[in-house]
């Protein structure tokens, strides 16, 4: 296999070649360990150099036509002197991991469909995958979300076809083109206590609206009511005041 690492390009063997699912789309993710040679030094301290820049991305095998075909990170490389100087090669490892891209064209809430301009996902060691989106959104559609309850599925258009069920919730704001919310959703799971989570204070609420509707005591009006001053208490002043956070 060919590939390029900034202005570095090399051949390589593979040695060892393995598959998994990824948890965020189920498509498939390879790892592989290669091996190459630097028979000069400047390539040697190049690809040095270039193993400690790529843990996070940027290189690349290439096809036929020597264009970039799939990206990669280094998770680890090694390397060592073959031979006695000045006529010994240096030898390289790398162990390198298919980067998965994420971008979102659409995302749909259900029956409401948004376009972010801002979008950040990540995923858990026990697999849940969490996301929050930035998106302009039509006056009709927030009020459709108001009135969501606060599970539905959610399908990551760009990312993955197949609708997860999420529970959800909203900010929401003006910018100068119209109003925009942001969404954080989260793969429906069974609930754990640590030290950086709470409990989902939005089902607590709606199953405390269907215990007292069933009961007679709050009348429809009522709830009409409640869904409006929660979602006036999701307006905030300034709707891209802060960052979403950011993930490979």
């Not at 290669?34 to 190049?46: G, L």
């Not at 754990?192 to 199953?207: Q, S």
Request: aromatic share 6%; charged share 25%.
């Amino acid at each position: 296999m060919r590939f390029r690492a900034g202005e570095l390009e090399f051949n390589a063997t593979v040695a060892e070649a393995s598959e998994s699912r990824s948890r965020r789309t189920g498509d498939p993710l390879r790892t592989l360990t290669i091996q190459f040679r630097a028979q000069k030094v400047p390539m040697h301290e190049q690809a040095l150099a270039e193993a400690e820049q790529r843990r996070s991305g940027g290189l690349f095998s290439l096809g036929a036509s020597d264009q970039p075909e799939l990206e990669w990170r280094v998770r680890e490389s090694t390397s060592s002197y073959v031979g006695t100087e000045p006529w010994g090669i240096n030898h390289h490892i790398w162990w390198i991991e298919q980067v998965e891209r994420l971008a979102c064209a659409r995302l749909l809430i259900g029956s409401i469909a948004l376009e972010p301009y801002d979008y950040a996902e990540t995923v858990s060691d026990d697999g849940v995958v969490r996301l929050a989106a930035r998106a302009p959104i039509s006056q009709p559609d927030l009020a459709a979300l108001s009135h969501m309850s606060a599970e539905a599925p959610v399908t990551r258009i760009g990312i993955s076809d197949t609708a997860r069920e999420m529970t959800f919730s909203y900010l929401w704001g003006e910018r100068p083109e119209g109003p925009a919310a942001v969404i954080r959703c989260e793969d429906v799971h069974e609930p754990r206590l640590t030290l950086d989570t709470t409990m989902p204070a939005n089902a607590v609420v709606g199953d405390l609206i269907g215990v007292l509707l069933a009961k007679g005591v709050l009348a429809n009006e009522d709830i009409d009511r409640l869904r409006r001053l929660r979602h006036n208490a999701r307006h905030v002043s300034n709707i891209d005041g802060w960052p979403l956070p950011q993930t490979d």
